[in-house]
């Protein structure tokens, strides 16, 4: 590179550099609206008898939730479901307020996609059998695939939350 061409570079720099901060920003106040608007919505659902049906396959083909049905209903354990999500949803819009509670909000909706993440390997027709492994079936398996960017955008949440409670802190 010639000289002016790395001055020409250096003289763009905070011009992208602005550029990609706004977009970076936007994104990330994005990633809080969205998953903030995705736990109250999916978290109201659950109170429907529709949506409790809906998760029912999933829920008793998992070892690690089966077992909620022996004590709790169909309906019940649903909205305990929807308790939880909304509880989160509130949580992760918080960070307006406070780094700590989006940072617990971070880290309960990562352990809820870790979890209908595992329904991939228990419920039955996640894959489809006539296009081979790996393929998937539409629903359930592409439905639960999605999962696996909302966990990322999960610890994202509990990152950038743990990031600003630092800077408050230092």
Known sequence: MTTSSISHVNA??????????????????GIYFSMTIIYLWFGGMKFSGYEANAIHGFVSNSPLLSWM????????????????????????????????????GGILSAGLFITTLSFMLTTPGV??????FPAISVVPGQF???????????????????TALEQEIG
């Open 69 to 104: 049905y022996s004590f709790m209903s169909i309906q019940g354990f649903s909205n305990f479901l929807g308790v939880l999500e909304i509880s989160i949803g509130v949580l992760i819009a918080a960070r307006i307020f406070s780094p700590k509670l989006s940072i617990l």
């Open 12 to 29: 763009l720099s905070p011009l992208k550099k602005g550029i990609g901060a706004q977009v970076t920003r936007f994104g990330v106040g």
């Open 127 to 132: 894959f489809e059998p006539t296009l081979g």
């Open 144 to 162: 639960l695939l999605k999962d696996l960017g909302l966990l990322a955008a999960s610890i994202f949440i509990a990152g950038t939350s743990i």
